[in-house]
């Protein structure tokens, strides 16, 4: 019998903290767990300062994480050392940036942007570089007469193709999409994610996919984690998600998911969390989210719920379950 194919990419036990002071410590991301399959899109979810960004920064080695492990194709990328791995971990994992108008260098043309990467791994000469970024930014909606202008001579939308081509420059496995559409305008998110789901069928490519929009997660992603305050509430296949959400914190997001059709509206019931999100800085050993829920137990103020499977690729961190 075949051994199963393991995860691309195994998030375990991952913790990020920021240490403030002497005795204050924010704890952005702490003990984060999931897998990722080659090919698959995992969504990312969570209202903002959950700490969905700190965990994509960690996967592309942005920041050091404080615990934990991340293991891409069998190897934990905090142990790469030599040069000729760390090249090779850059080129296969890259990351698509929220903000279009800082993540661009405004003194680069598109040329220079694009074509930084490819000149970095490749020996390649001047006329098949042009042709290799003509083709990238073909890829993403964007024509050669672009290559000579400058980030700020483009609106946002472009500005997030050019970053886009960029990733892609030098051919990864693996993209963390951090927030790629929330900068943009509705008619213009659409557009690019599409054009996402299109790159990745024509490249395989294994995508991260971190937002707080739960409808256009639920469009992209095969998988969905849902953040916390910094923890895993609870993950589970998309479409399970959606129609067996358990958590009360899941259950509460999903009831805020604005509905077009008016009959639809009447009919359903809007959860209203109280209170508002407690500081991540020296938080207390319980739930995260204890003091917002309304089904809370004495349990939930004296212990951390682990994260337990109820059913097939359902995790839940709660003690109601």
Do not use: W
């Not at 994509?56 to 030599?82: A, M």
């Not at 995260?288 to 961190?317: G, M, W």
């Amino acid at each position: 019998m075949a051994a199963e194919k393991q995860p691309l990419v195994q998030v375990q036990n991952l913790s990020k903290y920021f240490k403030l002071s002497k005795t204050d410590t924010l704890k952005a991301v702490d003990n984060v767990s999931f897998d990722i399959n080659e090919g698959e899109t995992v969504g990312l979810v969570g209202e903002s300062g959950c700490g969905k960004s700190t965990t994509g920064r960690c996967l592309v080695k942005l920041y050091e994480p404080t615990n934990g492990k991340v293991i891409y194709d069998g190897k934990d990328i905090f142990d790469v050392k030599s040069k000729v791995e760390k090249m090779d971990f850059h080129k296969n994992i890259q990351m698509i940036f929220q903000n279009p108008y800082s993540s661009l260098n405004p003194r680069m043309t598109v040329k220079d942007i694009v074509g930084e990467g490819i000149r970095l791994h490749e020996k390649i000469g001047e006329k098949e570089l042009d042709e290799r970024i003509e083709g990238l930014l073909k890829d993403v909606g964007l024509n050669r007469d672009h290559m000579s202008r400058f980030s700020h001579e483009f609106s946002g939308g472009q500005r997030q193709r050019i970053g886009i081509a960029r990733a892609l420059s030098v051919t990864p496995k693996f993209i963390v999409c951090d927030e790629p559409i929330s900068a943009l305008d509705v008619s213009i998110q659409a557009q690019v994610l599409n054009m996402l789901k299109r790159l990745q069928r024509e490249r395989g490519l294994t995508y991260l996919f971190i937002a707080h929009d739960l409808s256009v997660v639920k469009y992209i992603s095969d998988k969905i984690v849902v953040m916390y305050l910094g923890m895993v509430m609870e993950q589970a296949d998309a479409e399970d998600l959606y129609k067996n959400p358990c958590h009360p914190y899941t259950k509460a997001l999903l009831s805020a998911i604005p509905e077009a059709d008016p009959d639809i509206v009447r009919n359903k019931e809007r959860i209203k969390l109280k209170g508002e999100i407690p500081s991540p800085v020296n938080p207390k050993e319980c739930c995260r989210f204890v003091e917002r829920c309304s089904y809370a137990k004495p349990i939930c103020s004296e212990q951390i719920p682990e994260l337990k499977t109820i059913d097939t690729n359902h995790k839940i961190a709660c003690h109601l379950f």
